[in-house]
């Protein structure tokens, strides 16, 4: 299904964690490409004339440690076509090579779970997610298994056939189990939209129902959700009462930026995200 999947590492904690996925999930993921960014956003402190031997310098550490990694992923039978070390800004250079290689995936890690850490998470992972065509895994927390138990938020309700390829999937590679979840959001002033709300709901409910039957054929465990109240506080609430291992979801993209809905699932959310871009 992914049949090159940019690993994109800092050699921060996640590299094992991602390192780890691929090797419980490696007949899901074909040629595996570290990529490392040498961030140039961090010379601002650096004095202009000794920039290129910083960068020369950071480029020879990526690429050893690049090496290491590169052979403990071919010792676990994953295979690995080449690794790359572009220069620039992580979200930007990411995308770029992401679309250079043609990846059908690029999986990241994010910063944890305190609140600074999750401001600054923008920087890179929603970076990619607004600049990258390609879909994207951010990993958090430490379970491997990914796949076990996937919520997906099937928003907006046109029914794309490729996201749902993804989904079956990934739920087949792990315990086929999917929560598929629609959220009716609230509508102002609330008298006079009651109907149309009850409407969208039912809409909803008859859409999910035809997406049960179609992964219920492949013998994969479905349960369907439709709540009303804010997308991104139920999202989260459900993701935690159905203790699943991963959610995924559509982006919504307005003017270039991030709906606040992924937004706040991207900050806030204590399990990996799958966000479909294509």
Partial sequence: MFDRVIFATDFSEYTEKITNILKTYKDLFGEVIPVRVVNINKTVKTIFSEIDEWIRKEKEIAENRLLELADRLQEAGISVDWFYIPVGDPATEIARVAEKVGASLIIMGSRGNSVLK?????????????KSRTPVIIVRGDNPNIFDKILYVHYPLEVDERVLDHIDAMAKAGNKKIVLLNVVAP?????????????????????????????????????????????????????????VTMIALRPQIKGGSLSSTTKIIVRMSNVPIFVWKR
């Fill in 118 to 130: 999750t401001i600054l998470l923008g920087s890179v992972a929603e970076g990619v997610l607004r």
């Fill in 187 to 243: 509508m102002l002033p609330p008298e006079s939209t009651s109907n149309l709300m009850i409407r969208e709901y039912e809409r909803a409910k008859e859409i999910l129902e035809e997406l049960k039957d179609r992964f219920a054929e492949k013998n994969i465990d479905i349960k369907v959700i439709v709540k009303f109240g804010r997308p991104s506080r139920e999202i989260l609430r459900t993701a935690q009462e159905e203790k």
